[in-house]
């Protein structure tokens, strides 16, 4: 008897018909013999309309009047799925965050859980009654309810597996992590595994599989994550053989993996923005006058490149931003315009960051190599470039993105026959 | 500095231009100086839609699920009204019905309030914070949701206003309590005030202003109750000398009205139905043999009318009971047939149940008298009579309803000007 938290997010559970499909599916796991937690969303759209009933009832609202408000999504599709699981004879009663209870710090709008106390939802799932687990929201010390931030539903399945120490199947629109977007490389393959720290890169450098923060949190509890469509037919084939996990990808340690290889996906981002300072005084304790303003602003900063400075005077300075947070950073600097000393300030949205990550990178030199060359071959001119040990990044022209992407899959071995 | 409950039902919510209209009311009679607490519904459709969902999900649903689904309407409605009040600059916040608590029974779909802790809630009223507080809802003892059934945001608020020692005003789509239904009479009179005992008669018999159970918790508990309409300009006149209530209708004990009318309304009621047995033996028992089955099956029966028997061996008798339990009431009659005996069974719902209510009935005769020679004159009749201290109700042919409702405004001195 093994127990599974199952996540079916917002266009899994949208109507009363995808509930029903949703239902089969947890009626499949429990014929299978597993203990079934289900932790679900807001139907589609309900979650969007509840936010804009809150900002036009006042512009500046209340964050745990937002999370009062914008919680009763998942109160409501809990209750709708434990009612039709009871409706197929299948024993069944829904939870609310804060009968859980799930415990979150105070920060309302964006929580973060900080603990769930399980003791209750056990004896019941050790009763054979399905847990229909309301996502996205928990309680906080005060008593007010909390939401975890978008995409939350992910982070409280997983935190959920963690306290259950259960394994985490992960419902969603697609069917696996694939290789790169099948939208740009139509060769792009779904991955059967990929590692945490892998999956971690992806998530946070563009593809939309799974929130970040969920990830990291399966890295950190061990959880055995399997991504995979809520769309395929609920009956369909369940491979005892393939340690318990049926069809889709599973995001699991890499010791888990046996044939690593090099590179496991291109991930690409559109959300980047670029600022340049144009003739920056080459001196000691300038980019400490240009950040120190952007991180007293929660500027999140990404990438850095600063030139060679051709007179040993002055230099030109580009660093990378998300979209949102440009036109903020360009006033940051401006402010502190005198401070810094430099000629001119562009800012620019025209740029992508295209990745590639790979945990084989670690024990395989010419990686990085390999990419410069193929881009250099398409003519396209890299902007700047950041690595870390399993990944590297460079900011190109956002008009090269299909080319690019498309060239490093292929170049990488990783498109499908 | 006086206490406050304000109740706004679901059309006074029903989108965000309602809910601010709703906070100007707030508003008013937070700057003259009241201590606040504001009782909502769900918005307009909400909840018939949330309850339709439940009923589509499965057909025997899980009251608990049921009331944790339909409960979600309330919990939208007061965190937007909160985050109104506040973006006018009044100091406000949301509570649900776990967060005050108010602890109810265990019966889910219907439940019954036991008691609400208002500490926590009176500390923020005594720091000028605003209430805002979900209807129709609270906690069972096992810690899940339960609802009050319809109507029950009355009922909240009228045991908010016992807890709180406040007085209670309902705000609704109508201005008051009129002495009948102005669509039938167009000179129905709009009363200053209503004794409990009245409105509880008047609720009961057909007048939809107030939920019955919520007028019988304002007697016991002696909260002032004001009917007042929340469709009025929000600055609208208010009258400190009126005992600090505005316009509308005031429910009160009959010691604070001075010029007891004798008759002070004309109800009716359109949900009734006549179950007849014709030939009944007319012997010791039988009235048991009919009326036992029908209350072990939980069916009301309202009037009940026995012939003398012109034979001295048989008699007719008839019954009434709601449209919703006629069926149910023949079916229980035709199964203890055998022992009851009878010649023949005949159900109708073109009856209507007409009833005269008035305190002064008490100490004034006559009453009767007058409405049966008023029926009389207009050629109705009548299929049965009952009576309390202060109200006679007849039943009649349906088609008879306006004309009856008419002559006895009329004859009772109840015409406007």
Redesign the interface.
């Known amino acids: 008897m093994s127990r599974l938290v199952m996540k079916f997010g917002g266009t899994s559970v949208a109507d009363?018909e995808r509930?029903r499909n949703v239902a089969s599916h947890v009626q499949r796991e429990v014929e299978a013999g597993n203990q079934v937690a289900v932790v679900v969303s807001a139907m589609a759209g309900t979650t969007d309309q509840?936010v804009r009933?809150?900002r036009?009832?006042?512009?500046?609202?209340?964050a745990?009047?937002?999370d009062?408000?914008v919680?009763?999504?998942e109160?409501?599709t809990?209750?709708?799925l434990?009612?039709?699981l009871?409706?197929m004879g299948i024993a069944a009663?829904?939870w609310?965050g804060?009968?859980i209870p799930v415990r979150t710090d105070d920060v309302h709008g964006s929580a973060r859980i900080e603990g769930i106390d399980v003791e209750d939802l056990k004896r019941r799932m050790d009763d054979g009654q399905v847990a229909v687990v309301a996502g996205f929201q928990g309680i906080a010390p005060d008593?007010?309810?909390t939401t975890l931030g978008r995409g939350g539903s992910d982070t409280s399945a997983v935190a959920l597996a963690a306290a259950l120490a259960a394994r985490c199947d992960i419902y969603t629109d697609v069917d696996g992590v694939y290789t790169t977007d099948p939208r740009i490389v139509t060769k792009a393959r779904k991955l059967a595994r990929i590692s945490y720290e892998e999956m971690l890169e992806m998530a946070s450098l563009g593809a939309k599989v799974l929130q970040t923060r969920s990830v990291e949190m399966a890295m950190i509890n061990r959880v055995p994550l399997q991504v995979r469509s809520s769309f395929d037919p609920p009956g369909g084939p369940f491979d005892p053989q393939d340690h318990g996990f049926g069809p889709g990808t599973l995001v699991c340690g890499e010791e888990d993996i046996v044939e690593q290889q090099v590179v496991s996906g291109i991930a690409y981002s559109k959300d980047e923005a670029k600022v340049t300072l144009v003739r920056v005084e080459d001196k000691p304790g300038v980019a400490a006058r240009i950040f120190g303003p952007l991180s007293e602003n929660a500027i999140n900063v990404d990438m850095i490149v600063q030139n060679v400075s051709e007179d040993g005077e002055t230099t030109d300075l580009t660093f990378t931003v998300t979209h949102d947070d440009l036109s903020r950073a360009m006033d940051v600097i401006r402010d502190a315009g005198s401070e810094i000393g430099y000629q001119d300030l562009v800012g620019s949205t025209d740029v992508v960051k295209v990745s590639v990550i790979g945990i084989g990178m670690r024990s395989h030199a010419g990686v990085a190599a390999k990419m410069f060359q193929v881009l250099a071959d398409k003519g396209i001119n890299i902007q700047a470039i950041t690595t870390s040990e399993i990944k590297i990044s460079i900011l190109i022209d956002a008009a090269y993105t299909e080319l690019a992407v498309r060239a490093l899959h292929t170049a990488y071995d990783l498109d499908s026959e």
């Open positions: 009363l509930i509840l009933w809150t036009e009832a006042a512009a500046l609202h209340d745990r009047e937002y009062s408000v919680s009763a999504g109160q409501i809990s209750g709708l434990a009612i039709t009871q409706g009663r829904s609310l804060w009968q008593n007010r309810i």
